[in-house]
């Protein structure tokens, strides 16, 4: 049984910085595409970052130059470190493994970037 769970989110200023973290199990994910969406309320789900088997990344233009995401492949995990937070962040936001289409989805985890 594939299960990630997300961990991570919470309350934090504008400007400041998470980490979010994705632990798989059921699943190896070092070769696959694993990626960070997003979804704001009232709002479709979206893509935020994703790392691909090679270790190449791909970021949305609205989180470039602020958010880092990164895999641990002896940890079998995917982590989304995100600074200069603004309110326009939050949301909840899923890990996922193997693409939106057929992959695996976490149950998600809050961001609220709020004064």
Aim: net charge positive; proline share 3%; glycine share 14%.
């Amino acid at each position: 049984q594939v299960q990630l769970v997300e961990s991570g989110g919470g309350l934090v200023q504008p400007g400041g910085s998470l980490r979010l973290s994705c632990a798989a199990s059921g699943i190896s994910i070092r070769f696959a595409t694993k990626g960070w969406y997003r979804q704001a309320s009232g709002k479709q789900r979206e893509p935020v970052a994703s790392i691909r088997g090679s270790g190449s990344t791909d970021y949305a233009d609205s989180v470039k130059g602020r958010f880092t995401i990164s895999r641990d492949n002896a940890e079998n995990t995917v982590s989304l470190q995100m600074n200069s937070l603004k309110p326009e962040d939050t949301a909840i936001y899923y890990c996922n493994v193997g693409g939106p289409v057929n992959g695996y989805w976490g149950q998600g985890t809050q961001v609220t970037v709020s004064s």
